[in-house]
């Protein structure tokens, strides 16, 4: 059984254009984002999913002078992107990982793959963002098989969805067995996804201070019990939303 995270990556952004490119302390922020991802244990191997458009050749060349895997695909279907990258790179699991999220955690990646393989064959998909979101934003982890993301990718017809990989499978109980994951203290009311300037200019704080990107995520909190301030950076920043109407 291969166990692959696929992170979308591309450099089109209207709040924040090339933001996967940006410096993070030395280092972009897919870098930041790649390198902690393939720390998670549970993982056979981490894959970029970016786009064919030429203004995503940069990443390309990143991921080749880096070694990482590599995948071009669509730009604005991101649930065909996802199905092509895991046929090429024969993934069994799927583990969704957006570049956005440069605090990205491999303790809770290895968790929610965990408790998501313990449950097999009943459940189809985990996520620690339901039944409500308790770890804070730009943490969010998602696995599936392989047989579920093709059969969302066969049958969802929403371009919104697809846009966001996993609505149709979140949004058919009928269909799909989810299963959630919750922290025991609830953290959601924390930003650390990257989508605006504001978010950014956090997360560039928190790398700043460790200056490299092996620390936990608990230590963050730690350190954002000593800077509470920090946290009134981006508290304003709403996420867009996405489009759940059929």
């Avoid at 390309?60 to 990482?68: K, N, P, S, Y």
């Avoid at 969010?140 to 996993?166: G, I, Q, S, Y």
Wanted: with cysteine.
């Amino acid at each position: 059984m291969r166990i692959v995270a696929i992170i979308q990556a591309r450099t089109g952004s209207s709040r924040l254009p090339r933001k996967v490119l940006l410096d993070l302390a030395g280092e972009v922020m897919l870098t930041r984002v790649v390198n902690r991802a393939r720390r998670a244990q549970a993982l056979d191997e981490v894959v970029v999913a970016t786009t064919v458009q030429p203004a995503d050749k940069s990443i390309v060349h990143l991921c080749a002078e880096r070694g990482w895997l590599f995948f071009r695909g669509s730009k604005e279907d991101v649930l065909d992107r996802y199905h092509h990258a895991a046929v090429t790179h024969q993934a069994d699991i799927v583990v969704r990982i957006t570049s956005d999220c440069p605090l990205i955690e491999p303790e809770i990646v290895d968790r929610v793959v965990h408790e998501f393989l313990d449950r097999q064959p009943e459940v189809d998909y985990a996520c620690n963002m339901l039944p409500r979101r308790t770890f804070p934003q730009g943490l969010d982890t998602e696995v599936m098989r392989f047989d579920v993301l093709e059969r969302a990718w066969r049958e969802d017809r929403n371009p919104a969805w697809r846009e966001h990989v996993t609505p149709y499978i979140q949004c058919h109980p009928d269909l799909f067995h989810t299963h959630g994951i919750m922290n025991e203290v609830d953290y959601s009311h924390m930003r650390w996804t990257v989508d605006a300037p504001e978010d950014l200019a956090f997360v560039r704080r928190v790398y700043e201070h460790f200056c490299h990107d092996r620390f936990s995520w608990r230590e963050v909190l730690a350190v954002l019990d000593e800077h509470p301030e920090w946290l009134e950076i981006n508290r304003h920043v709403r996420q867009k939303d996405i489009k759940y109407g059929i």
